[in-house]
Structures are given as C-alpha cells and as structure tokens.
C-alpha cells in the first residue's frame, strides 16, 4: 500500500504533518513531517498541494551505502548504516525524505496504519494498494 | 509546564530592540494563555489610563499551551489591547496558522510596545527579528500587502497585516490574516496603526514539546473522531456560520434594517443554501478539524465567506437581499482592514438616519450602488465615509439617533436581535469589550434551543456561566465552533500540559479571566452605567414574525443585571470588590 492525497477533500490544518511529526520525531513540528499538504492562495485562487511517499523507490536507488531498502512494499532506514550524505533528500522527487542532525527521516508507513492518515478529518488522505 | 515555549519576545518600535524573556510561568498557570493572560499581562503593564493609539498602548500576540499541537481547533491566536473603539479591555481571537508560526518560532507570546518613526513591519524567523522599512506597503489594501510579503519571505511564513482602514486609525479597523481572516473587532488594527505597523512576518521551524507525546497523540486523535468530528460540530464544515440565517429568520432574530425588525424578507437570497450554491472549496485553520470557511465564488466576485455576521449586519441589516452584493462588500472590507460587523452596522444606520430624514447621508436601505461604495470611503475618510469612520456611537453623538444607534460602549452590535433573546441583551450590556457574540452566546438555547427567550427567568445565571465557558475556553485557546465541555477542556490541557487539571478548575479559571477583564474595565472608569443597551430595545416593539410585539422592558433588564452582578460576587456598582479580587486570585 502507499498514500494518496486528494486535493479536493483537503482543508489545510497540517494535523497529517503534526501527527507524523509526533510518532517520528516525538514533538509537534510540521517541518519533522515525512510529507508535506497545505492549502493556500495564490493570486487569491485556492490552491492546494500535497507531497507524499509514493514509494518510487529513487532513494533506494541513490542511496551509497544502500542504508534504505524496500522490504515488503515499505521503506526502511537501517540508521546505523546511514552516513547521513543527504543524497536521498536531494534526489527525493516529492521532497519529503527530512534531513535531521544524524540521519534522516523516511515514511515507513506507521506500520501499516500511517498516523497521517488517520489524522485527516475528511479523508484526504488515504491509503491505496500498489499493484 | 509542557506544552509552553517558556519565552516571550519583547519588541520596542520606537528604539528598534527587541529582547526575549521567560515567560511568567505563575501567570501560565491562573491564567492558561489567550484571553486571559494576555489581559494578566496587559493588566500588570498598561500604566492606567494610556490612550489607546498612544504609543504607550501595548499589543500583546498571545497563544496558549495547545497551540501548534494536534488538539482540534486549536490553532487561533489571541491578540490583546486596550481597544481604541471603546476605551475597554480588548482581545481578539484570529485563525489561520500565524498561532501556530509563533510557537514553532519559539515564542509564547509576542508584546509590541512603543511606535515606529516612520512605516515598517516584522520579520521574525526563529528567534531572529528584523525590522523593515514599509513605506512601499503603505497605503495598500490588506491583500497586496500579505501578497507582496509572501512574495519576498516564502509562501509557507504566516502574516498578520493592516488595510488602509487600520493605518487611518479607525475604529473599525481589523487584522488580517491570509486574507480572509481577520481579528476583527474593537479597532484592533488601529492599535497597529498607530504603532505604525504595517504587518507581522512569521516563520517558525521548531516545535511544541507536550507532556507524554505518545499518550497524548492517540488520547487526542480519539477526542477529535468521537467529539470535534460529531454532529454537535459538523455543522461548521457542511454549512459554517450561514446556517444561522435561517436559524435567525425563523426564531425573529434576524437583524434587519438597523434592528427595526427580526425577520428579512429575502432571507432566502442569503441563507446557506444559497450559500453553498456559490461555493467552490473549504478551509480550516491551523490544526482545525472542522474546516468553517466556505469559498464563495459569484461571477467575478470572490471571498472566503461571507459568515453569518457579515450575511446579517451587511446584508439583512442594510437591507441587501443580493448575495453577490455581500460578497463584494466583504471582500472590499477585507481588502481595506474593516470589521464587517461595525462596518455594516455604521452603513445601516446611516441607512436609517437618511430614510428618517435626521441627517442625510444619501444612502438608503437596500440601495446596492452606493452600499458598495462605502468600504472604501470609510477606510480613506472620504466623503461621507469621513463621518461614518467615527463609528456609531460618536455619529449619532454628533447627529442625534441614539436610541437607534446599536452599540455597547461604543462597539457596535453583533448579528443577533436581543428583543428575540433577552438573555443575549444581558450577555451584550456586560461583554468586557462591548456587543459581543464571542463573551456569551444564550442564543443558542433562547432562539434556537427550548429556554424561553422572552424572559428574564434564569438568565443572570445562564450568561455568567456562559462568561466562564468562553473565558477559559478562549484562554486555553479552542476555537469556539468546537462545543467541547469543561471536562474534556481539562482532559485536553493536562494531556498537553502534564498538569493534573478537572472541570472546577476550569470553571474556576473562566470566572478569574472574567474578573480580571471587568477589573481592567473599572480601572478605566467603566461601571454599571455602561452596562447597558440602546434605547430602542427598551422602548420599540419589533414587527413581524416569532418575536412581533416583543421588546425588553428597560426595569426588567434592570432586574436581570442586578442579579447578574449578585452572582457574579460583583458590587451593585458593577465593581469588583478587593475581597473579591483576593478570591478569585486575580
């Protein structure tokens, strides 16, 4: 499975970001969060975006020292292997790998039931199956 | 105490300093956040008497220990100041996510003192403050102002901005934030005026720290899905405010030309319905789980809004049935920094004086052409507007109408009849900053509930209580819209905070922030002359519909507000006595 964002659902409370900042990062700080929704106006038009995992699997790839791998259609960080280089962060396509002291912080998807998702209070969020 | 950031930044216009410092931690706990300690601190610094756009007046920006948490609804920000409209305490509630900025910039609070030489605004990043040059924004509507300062600093920093309205000094004056959000009453944007503040910038990456996290994330998830997320709330986010039009018009509340009556006869033009006809997206604030604002889209007008204030004082208290003219005139007022509560008040009333041939102001009930033109006359003092930006209170002091000019101590009524809800008559006459909706709200069991709204029957009781409910709940900083009671209020706060806090402690509290407000007010020479209502609710009857034939006769009120006091442990003077003070802890 993987997340999915629908933008029309989408008030823009950032309780997805806070809520995986919470079970990451144990603090409240959207800018911890493993992806990235936000509504907001430009030119007075609302626009609304979000960035999540879609396990496309490039920091797998470009990783050096091979410290994320894909196991079980999820992403895990081996920390202890992780040099913290950052190349993962910059090659993210979505822009939601956190770069943090020493490491870095990937979406693991909460174990199956991803905090975000259940943090969403009308549903713009979700998770969907990867075929 | 978790949850606080434990400092507050101190910032000096007039010498362009700025300083950090705990926060008062003893405070903190009497007093929460929000309203009540922002008074706390007003209360303690503000040297007695201070005009309102002197320099000496302070702004306070102050959050509460959920703010930037997951708690649902808790994202506003309280903005504190002694109001320029009345001469009382005055705190403003705001959304949008500037609440939560501050926190994740590290502060609790922000205090604003002195007065800058010439125009500027705030930038603050993560403990580092810059003060910049705004001459170039000066003069500009609320909307380029914010455009162009999230063009230079980052679509994702929060701003808090001021309208030509707030630069003028008017008190009317609101502030703004993403655009359509505004700390709205008591001419708080001329307190920024007059400090020659053009806005305030903020980006924040830290974070909020809560007692245990990992208790407290499931604790508080579970409280959003099995009590903000229920039907007691969701009415906010399937409908918002607008479902109080039909609400209003159906129990004769409904404020319709300047108050001449409680029901409308194009209602239906501007009620929810119609509303959600014209609506094109939602938005919440910061961690808000309901989502209230309604995007409303009519040919090329746009807005997020209008609520029901707005739908009410601008549209069925000037006689406007014309949604599409409302939205115009909302947007105008946002653009421009005004309160479209005072804002459609002043227009009505003028509406009335020129049909009764008192002073003509040539404008009369219903006519949309000049209504759309006086926005942006107020805001620049041009013309009639010159008069009208004197407020109610001051226009009818000058030209007569003062039985009909609808205000308490000078700000002007909310959306909401008192003939049709003795109760909120009572809750206008002793609100701490003048007619207000947001101190007590009895309407919801008069009008619309089962108590009897035409009674005095209770009502000293109900308003007092409802006065505690809002104080404590403003102070922890909930949003209102989220109808939580006192113990979960507590459930929350200790979630958050690691204190072991129950529902009399926040009864408690509330009755202390209500007290500290009213001894702010005595100590500025308001007393229980003041606390009361215009003429025209004592004396005329209203017309047509469920509240026909009824007014609220001027001894019975009397009776009400005696009693209001004997409750409250307040003086027949409507003074709060020294032993008093020594009980609530003030």
Redesign the interface.
């Given at each position: 499975m993987r997340l999915k964002f629908d933008k029309d659902k989408c008030i823009g409370c950032k309780l997805c970001q806070l809520a995986c900042s919470a079970v990451n990062e144990e603090v409240f700080n959207p800018s911890l969060a493993r992806l990235f929704v936000e509504t907001y106006y430009a030119g007075l038009e609302l626009k609304a975006e979000g960035r999540v995992c879609t396990l496309c699997g490039q920091c797998v790839e470009v990783c050096p020292v091979s410290a994320i791998k894909m196991e079980e259609r999820k992403l895990v960080l081996y920390e202890e292997v992780c040099i913290n280089c950052g190349i993962c962060v910059d090659s993210c396509p979505e822009g939601v790998i956190v770069q943090k002291k020493n490491t870095v912080g990937i979406c693991g998807l909460c174990e199956g039931d991803p905090w975000c998702v259940k943090s969403c209070p009308h549903g713009a969020l979700c998770c969907t199956e990867v075929i | 105490m978790m949850g606080y950031q434990n400092r507050v930044l101190r910032v000096d216009l007039t010498g362009k300093r700025y300083s950090e410092e705990p926060l008062r931690i003893e405070w903190a706990k009497k007093y929460l956040g929000g309203k009540g300690l922002g008074i706390k601190y007003l209360y303690e610094e503000l040297r007695p008497g201070t005009h309102p756009l002197s320099s000496d007046n302070k702004l306070i920006l102050m959050t509460g220990p959920l703010t930037?948490?997951?708690v649902?609804c808790s994202?506003k920000l309280a903005i504190i100041s002694r109001s320029p409209a009345t001469g009382t305490i005055l705190d403003c509630s705001i959304g949008g996510?500037i609440g939560?900025e501050i926190k994740?910039a590290g502060y609790d609070a922000i205090i604003i003192e002195g007065a800058a030489e010439s125009p500027s605004y705030l930038y603050i990043r993560d403990g580092e403050l810059e003060f910049i040059a705004a001459g170039d924004l000066w003069g500009k509507g609320s909307?380029e102002a914010e455009?162009e300062l999230l063009r230079r600093h980052g679509?994702?920093s929060r701003v808090l901005s001021i309208g030509p309205a707030g630069e003028n000094l008017l008190p009317m004056a609101c502030i703004n934030t993403?655009?359509f959000r505004q700390a709205g009453r008591g001419g708080i944007g001329a307190v920024m005026g007059s400090k020659k503040l053009k806005a305030v910038v903020v980006k924040g990456?830290?974070?909020?720290?809560?007692a245990d996290?990992?208790k407290?994330?499931p604790a508080i998830?579970e409280l959003?899905r099995n009590s903000?997320?229920t039907d007691d709330n969701l009415w906010a986010?399937s409908d918002g405010t607008p479902l109080l039009v039909d609400m209003s018009q159906a129990s004769g509340i409904l404020p319709t030309r300047n108050f001449q009556d409680g029901t409308f006869e194009y209602a239906k033009n501007i009620n929810s319905e119609t509303m959600t006809g014209a609506r094109?997206?939602?938005?919440?604030?910061?961690?808000?789980?309901?989502?209230c604002?309604n995007?409303t889209r009519i040919g090329k007008a746009?807005v997020?809004g209008p609520e029901y204030e707005t739908l009410a004082l601008c549209g069925s208290n000037c006689g406007i049935g014309d949604l599409e003219a409302i939205v115009k005139f909302n947007r105008l007022c946002d653009d421009f920094g005004l309160d479209t509560i005072s804002t459609g008040n002043i227009t009505a009333f003028a509406m009335e004086m020129t049909e009764r041939g008192i002073k003509d102001f040539g404008i009369r009930f219903g006519d949309v052409e000049a209504y759309l033109e006086i926005p942006g006359k107020i805001a620049i003092r041009e013309g009639i507007g010159a008069e009208l930006a004197l407020g109610t209170k001051a226009l009818a002091e000058r030209y007569g109408g003062f039985d009909f000019a609808m205000q308490v101590k000078g700000l002007e009524f909310p959306g909401y009849e008192p003939r049709g809800s003795w109760g909120m008559g009572l809750a206008y006459a002793t609100s701490d900053r003048g007619a207000c909706h947001m101190r007590a709200w009895p309407v919801a069991q008069e009008a619309y509930g089962e108590v009897d709204a035409f009674t005095i029957e209770g009502k000293a009781k109900m308003v007092a209580e409802l006065q505690n409910y809002n104080s404590v709940k403003f102070s922890a900083i909930i949003c209102d819209f989220w109808a939580l009671d006192l113990k979960t209020l507590a459930e929350v706060l200790s979630l958050v905070t690691g204190e072991n806090l129950c529902a009399s402690d926040m009864d408690r509290i509330g009755d202390r922030v209500t007290g500290i407000a009213r001894l702010f007010n005595n100590r500025e020479g308001f007393n229980k002359e003041q606390d009361t209502l215009p003429g025209r609710i004592f004396k005329d009857a209203l017309k047509t519909g469920s509240t026909a034939g009824k007014y609220i006769p001027e001894e019975q009120f009397e009776m009400m507000l005696a009693e209001y006091y004997r409750i409250r442990g307040w003086e027949e003077d409507g003074t709060i006595s020294q032993r008093k003070i020594e009980e609530l802890e003030i």
């Amino acid at each position: 499975m993987r997340l999915k964002f629908d933008k029309d659902k989408c008030i823009g409370c950032k309780l997805c970001q806070l809520a995986c900042s919470a079970v990451n990062e144990e603090v409240f700080n959207p800018s911890l969060a493993r992806l990235f929704v936000e509504t907001y106006y430009a030119g007075l038009e609302l626009k609304a975006e979000g960035r999540v995992c879609t396990l496309c699997g490039q920091c797998v790839e470009v990783c050096p020292v091979s410290a994320i791998k894909m196991e079980e259609r999820k992403l895990v960080l081996y920390e202890e292997v992780c040099i913290n280089c950052g190349i993962c962060v910059d090659s993210c396509p979505e822009g939601v790998i956190v770069q943090k002291k020493n490491t870095v912080g990937i979406c693991g998807l909460c174990e199956g039931d991803p905090w975000c998702v259940k943090s969403c209070p009308h549903g713009a969020l979700c998770c969907t199956e990867v075929i | 105490m978790m949850g606080y950031q434990n400092r507050v930044l101190r910032v000096d216009l007039t010498g362009k300093r700025y300083s950090e410092e705990p926060l008062r931690i003893e405070w903190a706990k009497k007093y929460l956040g929000g309203k009540g300690l922002g008074i706390k601190y007003l209360y303690e610094e503000l040297r007695p008497g201070t005009h309102p756009l002197s320099s000496d007046n302070k702004l306070i920006l102050m959050t509460g220990p959920l703010t930037g948490t997951t708690v649902p609804c808790s994202g506003k920000l309280a903005i504190i100041s002694r109001s320029p409209a009345t001469g009382t305490i005055l705190d403003c509630s705001i959304g949008g996510h500037i609440g939560a900025e501050i926190k994740y910039a590290g502060y609790d609070a922000i205090i604003i003192e002195g007065a800058a030489e010439s125009p500027s605004y705030l930038y603050i990043r993560d403990g580092e403050l810059e003060f910049i040059a705004a001459g170039d924004l000066w003069g500009k509507g609320s909307h380029e102002a914010e455009n162009e300062l999230l063009r230079r600093h980052g679509r994702d920093s929060r701003v808090l901005s001021i309208g030509p309205a707030g630069e003028n000094l008017l008190p009317m004056a609101c502030i703004n934030t993403e655009f359509f959000r505004q700390a709205g009453r008591g001419g708080i944007g001329a307190v920024m005026g007059s400090k020659k503040l053009k806005a305030v910038v903020v980006k924040g990456t830290g974070g909020v720290r809560t007692a245990d996290i990992n208790k407290a994330l499931p604790a508080i998830n579970e409280l959003m899905r099995n009590s903000t997320l229920t039907d007691d709330n969701l009415w906010a986010y399937s409908d918002g405010t607008p479902l109080l039009v039909d609400m209003s018009q159906a129990s004769g509340i409904l404020p319709t030309r300047n108050f001449q009556d409680g029901t409308f006869e194009y209602a239906k033009n501007i009620n929810s319905e119609t509303m959600t006809g014209a609506r094109y997206g939602k938005r919440g604030c910061h961690s808000c789980a309901l989502g209230c604002g309604n995007i409303t889209r009519i040919g090329k007008a746009m807005v997020e809004g209008p609520e029901y204030e707005t739908l009410a004082l601008c549209g069925s208290n000037c006689g406007i049935g014309d949604l599409e003219a409302i939205v115009k005139f909302n947007r105008l007022c946002d653009d421009f920094g005004l309160d479209t509560i005072s804002t459609g008040n002043i227009t009505a009333f003028a509406m009335e004086m020129t049909e009764r041939g008192i002073k003509d102001f040539g404008i009369r009930f219903g006519d949309v052409e000049a209504y759309l033109e006086i926005p942006g006359k107020i805001a620049i003092r041009e013309g009639i507007g010159a008069e009208l930006a004197l407020g109610t209170k001051a226009l009818a002091e000058r030209y007569g109408g003062f039985d009909f000019a609808m205000q308490v101590k000078g700000l002007e009524f909310p959306g909401y009849e008192p003939r049709g809800s003795w109760g909120m008559g009572l809750a206008y006459a002793t609100s701490d900053r003048g007619a207000c909706h947001m101190r007590a709200w009895p309407v919801a069991q008069e009008a619309y509930g089962e108590v009897d709204a035409f009674t005095i029957e209770g009502k000293a009781k109900m308003v007092a209580e409802l006065q505690n409910y809002n104080s404590v709940k403003f102070s922890a900083i909930i949003c209102d819209f989220w109808a939580l009671d006192l113990k979960t209020l507590a459930e929350v706060l200790s979630l958050v905070t690691g204190e072991n806090l129950c529902a009399s402690d926040m009864d408690r509290i509330g009755d202390r922030v209500t007290g500290i407000a009213r001894l702010f007010n005595n100590r500025e020479g308001f007393n229980k002359e003041q606390d009361t209502l215009p003429g025209r609710i004592f004396k005329d009857a209203l017309k047509t519909g469920s509240t026909a034939g009824k007014y609220i006769p001027e001894e019975q009120f009397e009776m009400m507000l005696a009693e209001y006091y004997r409750i409250r442990g307040w003086e027949e003077d409507g003074t709060i006595s020294q032993r008093k003070i020594e009980e609530l802890e003030i």
